[in-house]
């Protein structure tokens, strides 16, 4: 799937016919749908950008707001990359734009650990396999690559969006093998070595790896916060914090949506740690 | 005959020209390294990023180089917290012994790219009492407020309203930009930033 998310078009799957009269129905009718296929198909692979697949219009539903915050956040559609940003394409970056290296790095834009499992400022070694997801960046270095690449970061709203899909439903919630996949893969420990990108199916849009894999980066991370309810409820909090209490959590059962909520609130912009990293989106 | 039609050709092809050398200036992840490096490492001076203050005036924070600086972030239309914010600083100001008040730097940055327009910022100033010896208030475009905020360490999310629910931190920059003091909360005796302030700055 190099060449963009929409799914190829499939090669009419032998219908099998058992008399002759119905072979020549039957092969008028493929090619006729063949004819009228093939254009959208091929809109389809030239619209979308290559390794990116299109996510339609949407609601998100925020798992926190206070009493003036939206309750549908509306989502327009936009492009998302299909897989993870590998180390491979970070080291491009990075050999076209010196000051994201390793060495030249200002401390405000990436703590010390800083791409730290590479081997050198232009060498990945081999704690660093190409395809795998590239992790120990910050939100500055993701959001200089998507910059570099003519993209941007997705917002939350736009990731929780697209990450709410199954392999087969736009609303993944009512997927009840999905939501035990998620939840084993919450409750299981990163690996010691990450799975190579676009090792998990494809959800609903033709993405990969929303679940499964390493935690990413949104844009807006730091809109994420954890009131009320949860550990964020001590007076000094309650101080820090403008706008109206938390209404409360809107879904009790989506635990990994809590998980996700209280990694992004736990999160700095230069911070950068050995699951998290990102992929990038874009205007339709 | 032909004549006009090659102008027109020519016109059209440097009129393209034009437009692909405004497309290949460098956005900012990716200028050379060499415009950054006059900032120390934890600068937030060294930020490329451009604001519009209320007088109209298009600056990078670098601008702001050579004193200390009392940074918040707030909107001009907030009713509940920012006025304390804003508050607590002149509360700063005035403590502030009479050779460091004129040294001081005193910076407000809005979170409402959409309704915070130089004129709005203006207004807010002269409500305020802001002397333009040592106030500065800037507005930005969403992506580069979301950045200061991430610099700075500011929670915040704009709700149906268009208002904004943020954190409340009053956060103090060296005459170098970099961050040494970072006081959250609202209400707060002047004392502790005043006497970072004195501690920071060379007599």
């Given at each position: 799937?190099?060449?963009?998310?929409?799914?190829?078009?499939?090669?009419?799957?032998?219908?099998?016919?058992?008399?002759?009269?119905?072979?020549?129905?039957?092969?008028?009718?493929?090619?006729?749908?063949?004819?009228?296929?093939?254009?959208?198909?091929?809109?389809?692979?030239?619209?979308?950008?290559?390794?990116?697949?299109?996510?339609?219009?949407?609601?998100?539903?925020?798992?926190?707001?206070?009493?003036?915050?939206?309750?549908?956040?509306?989502?327009?559609?936009?492009?998302?990359?299909?897989?993870?940003?590998?180390?491979?394409?970070?080291?491009?970056?990075?050999?076209?734009?010196?000051?994201?290296?390793?060495?030249?790095?200002?401390?405000?834009?990436?703590?010390?650990?800083?791409?730290?499992?590479?081997?050198?400022?232009?060498?990945?070694?081999?704690?660093?396999?190409?395809?795998?997801?590239?992790?120990?960046?910050s939100w500055f270095?993701a959001k200089?690559?998507?910059?570099?690449?003519?993209?941007?970061l997705p917002t939350l709203a736009e990731w929780e969006?697209?990450?709410?899909?199954?392999?087969?439903?736009?609303?993944?919630?009512?997927?009840?093998?999905?939501?035990?996949?998620?939840?084993?893969?919450?409750?299981?420990?990163?690996?010691?070595?990450?799975?190579?990108?676009?090792?998990?199916?494809?959800?609903?849009?033709?993405?990969?790896?929303?679940?499964?894999?390493?935690w990413e980066w949104v844009s807006d991370f730091n809109s994420a916060t954890?009131?009320?309810?949860?550990?964020?409820?001590?007076?000094?909090?309650?101080?820090?914090?403008?706008?109206?209490?938390?209404?409360?959590?809107?879904?009790?059962?989506?635990?990994?949506?809590?998980?996700r909520y209280g990694f992004r609130s736990s999160l700095k912009a230069a911070y950068?740690v050995?699951?998290l990293?990102f992929?990038?989106?874009?205007?339709? | 005959?032909?004549?006009?039609?090659?102008?027109?050709?020519?016109?059209?092809?440097?009129?393209?020209?034009?437009?692909?050398?405004?497309?290949?200036?460098?956005?900012?992840?990716?200028?050379?390294?060499?415009?950054?490096?006059?900032?120390?490492?934890?600068?937030?001076?060294?930020?490329?990023?451009?604001?519009?203050?209320?007088?109209?005036?298009?600056?990078?924070?670098?601008?702001?180089?050579?004193?200390?600086?009392?940074?918040?972030?707030?909107?001009?239309?907030?009713?509940?917290?920012?006025?304390?914010?804003?508050?607590?600083?002149?509360?700063?100001?005035?403590?502030?012994?009479?050779?460091?008040?004129?040294?001081?730097?005193?910076?407000?940055?809005?979170?409402?790219?959409?309704?915070?327009?130089?004129?709005?910022?203006?207004?807010?100033?002269?409500?305020?009492?802001?002397?333009?010896?040592?106030?500065?208030?800037?507005?930005?475009?969403?992506?580069?407020?979301r950045e200061?905020a991430a610099?700075?360490g500011v929670i915040f999310r704009?709700?149906?309203?268009?208002?904004?629910?943020?954190?409340?931190?009053?956060?103090?920059?060296?005459?170098?930009?970099?961050?040494?003091?970072?006081?959250?909360?609202?209400?707060?005796?002047?004392?502790?930033?005043?006497?970072?302030?004195?501690?920071?700055?060379?007599?």
């Open positions: 799937m190099k060449n963009g998310g929409a799914s190829p078009l499939r090669p009419p799957s032998g219908a099998l016919p058992f008399r002759k009269p119905f072979l020549i129905f039957n092969f008028e009718f493929l090619i006729l749908l063949a004819l009228a296929l093939a254009p959208l198909g091929v809109s389809a692979q030239t619209s979308s950008p290559p390794d990116m697949a299109g996510v339609s219009n949407g609601v998100f539903h925020p798992l926190f707001r206070s009493q003036t915050d939206l309750k549908e956040v509306p989502v327009k559609s936009f492009y998302l990359d299909v897989v993870l940003v590998t180390n491979e394409k970070f080291l491009e970056f990075v050999r076209a734009n010196p000051r994201w290296q390793r060495s030249q790095m200002k401390r405000i834009f990436a703590d010390e650990s800083y791409l730290k499992h590479w081997a050198g400022d232009l060498e990945l070694g081999t704690n660093a396999r190409p395809d795998q997801p590239v992790v120990w960046v270095a200089a690559f998507a910059q570099w690449q003519g993209k941007r969006f697209a990450a709410a899909a199954s392999p087969t439903l736009a609303d993944g919630t009512k997927d009840a093998a999905f939501q035990r996949d998620i939840l084993r893969w919450y409750s299981t420990p990163s690996p010691g070595v990450l799975p190579s990108v676009g090792h998990g199916p494809k959800n609903f849009w033709g993405v990969r790896d929303l679940h499964g894999s390493v954890v009131t009320g309810d949860a550990r964020g409820d001590t007076g000094l909090d309650r101080q820090l914090f403008c706008g109206a209490g938390a209404v409360g959590a809107k879904d009790v059962e989506n635990f990994p949506a809590f998980m950068t050995h699951n990293g992929r990038c989106a874009k205007d339709l | 005959m032909k004549l006009p039609l090659l102008l027109l050709a020519l016109s059209a092809a440097t009129a393209l020209g034009a437009t692909n050398e405004t497309a290949e200036v460098l956005p900012p992840c990716c200028r050379p390294l060499a415009a950054q490096t006059n900032y120390t490492d934890k600068s937030l001076f060294q930020l490329d990023s451009v604001w519009t203050s209320d007088a109209g005036r298009r600056v990078k924070l670098g601008v702001l180089r050579g004193r200390p600086q009392v940074v918040a972030m707030f909107f001009a239309s907030c009713q509940f917290t920012c006025p304390l914010t804003v508050s607590d600083m002149q509360r700063i100001e005035v403590a502030l012994p009479e050779n460091l008040r004129t040294n001081t730097g005193f910076l407000l940055i809005s979170f409402d790219s959409e309704r915070d327009t130089p004129t709005a910022l203006k207004v807010y100033r002269a409500k305020r009492e802001l002397s333009n010896q040592n106030w500065t208030l800037l507005r930005g475009e969403p992506d580069n407020v200061l610099l700075i704009k709700d149906a309203n268009g208002d904004f629910a943020h954190s409340n931190v009053i956060t103090v920059l060296n005459a170098e930009g970099e961050i040494v003091y970072q006081q959250p909360g609202l209400n707060l005796p002047p004392d502790e930033i005043v006497a970072k302030l004195k501690s920071i700055s060379i007599p």
